[in-house]
Structures are given as structure tokens and as C-alpha cells.
């Protein structure tokens, strides 16, 4: 498919390449365009006819004064980091913090979401993105044969695999979903 074709689909171009890359190029076809956004996790779900949790939440947090993730840089930076996440849960953001030994964890901006990722907050996918970023995903995911996840447009959406989608986003499982109270 071309970038044309990409964009008169309605699949983001720099995601259609992504998936050319990763040779996942057969999952075009299995894409879902919606005429309405589904910005939030609760409406891809409805949209797609899914359990809540089956949805994969690509969420960029930025972390400081972590050696696991500002290799090359200087200690102190704000460095981005990608957390995949169920559609039903929370982050934790104190345990994704001391998954990365950081001083601080805090949610980017949606300036900062677009210049690391290159797709605007609710369509963000969990790969092929600007620059690459270490990817925490949560085991929550596992919970499932498939979920979907943002396809580079709040207005479409990708069944995969979540072990499959772990992989090619270059994730490590981690447990970083908020605990019941």
C-alpha cells in the first residue's frame, strides 16, 4: 500500500509504513475505520463491539532521573516512555517510576505525545512511532487471545495478538496498572 493509499483509507501513513517494516503489512486489511472518534478507550470498546480490557492504551509518560532510560543523556532530562495498558485499568504511576528507578513520572503533554510519537493523543499505536522510547507493557494485556489498539488515528483501530503486539513494540512486562483499594 502506498502512503496515498494509506491516507485514502484512512490508515495513518507513518503507520502504514510501520506495519510494511515489522512485514506486518497483511494487517491493513484488517483495520477498522469509524466515521466517530474513538478518542478513549470506552468508546473503541463500544465502537468495536469488545470487552473494555481488550483495548490496548498507548500512553506516553515522561520520566526524570532514570538510569534505565536516559542512557545517553543527561541525568536530570525529562525522557518519554510508552506505557501499554488495558482499556479498563489505571496506570500507576508510582509503580512505573519505581519500574524505571526514576525520580519522577509524570503524564506528557499532548504537545510532547505528538513530537515523540508523531500521532495525536487517541490514536497513538503502540509501535512505529517518531523516536523510539522504551515500552513498559502491562500484563493485563495477557488476559486476552486478541485486543485492539489505536491504528494512528482516533478514528481506527487493529486486532492483534497482545504477546505479538508486546514483541514488535519492543515492550517488557511489568505490572504497573493501579491496585484495588
Not at 517494516?21 to 466515521?35: A, D, K, N, T, V
Not at 468508546?43 to 532514570?66: D, H, P, R
Amino acid at each position: 500500500m502506498t502512503t496515498t493509499d494509506a491516507a485514502n483509507s484512512g490508515v495513518h501513513p507513518r503507520f502504514a509504513e510501520a506495519l510494511e517494516e515489522l512485514g506486518l503489512g497483511e494487517l491493513q486489511g484488517r483495520i477498522r475505520r469509524f466515521p466517530d472518534a474513538t478518542r478513549t478507550a470506552a468508546e473503541a470498546a463500544a465502537a468495536i463491539g469488545c470487552e473494555l480490557s481488550q483495548i490496548c492504551k498507548s500512553l506516553i509518560f515522561v520520566a526524570w532521573g532514570s538510569p534505565l532510560v536516559e542512557r545517553g543523556r543527561e541525568l536530570g532530562e525529562g525522557v518519554p516512555v510508552l506505557v501499554l495498558m488495558d482499556g479498563a485499568s489505571r496506570v500507576d504511576v508510582e509503580r512505573v517510576r519505581q519500574e524505571l528507578g526514576a525520580g519522577e513520572v509524570t503524564r506528557a503533554r499532548a504537545g510532547v505525545v505528538r513530537e515523540t510519537t508523531g500521532y495525536a493523543i487517541g490514536g497513538v499505536p503502540p509501535f512505529g512511532h517518531r523516536t523510539a522510547t522504551r515500552v513498559l507493557a502491562d500484563r493485563s494485556l495477557l488476559n486476552h487471545d486478541t485486543v485492539w489498539a489505536a491504528a494512528g488515528t482516533p478514528h481506527t483501530v487493529f486486532p492483534m495478538d497482545p504477546r505479538t503486539l508486546i514483541a514488535h513494540a519492543g515492550g517488557t512486562l511489568v505490572d504497573v496498572h493501579e491496585q484495588p483499594r
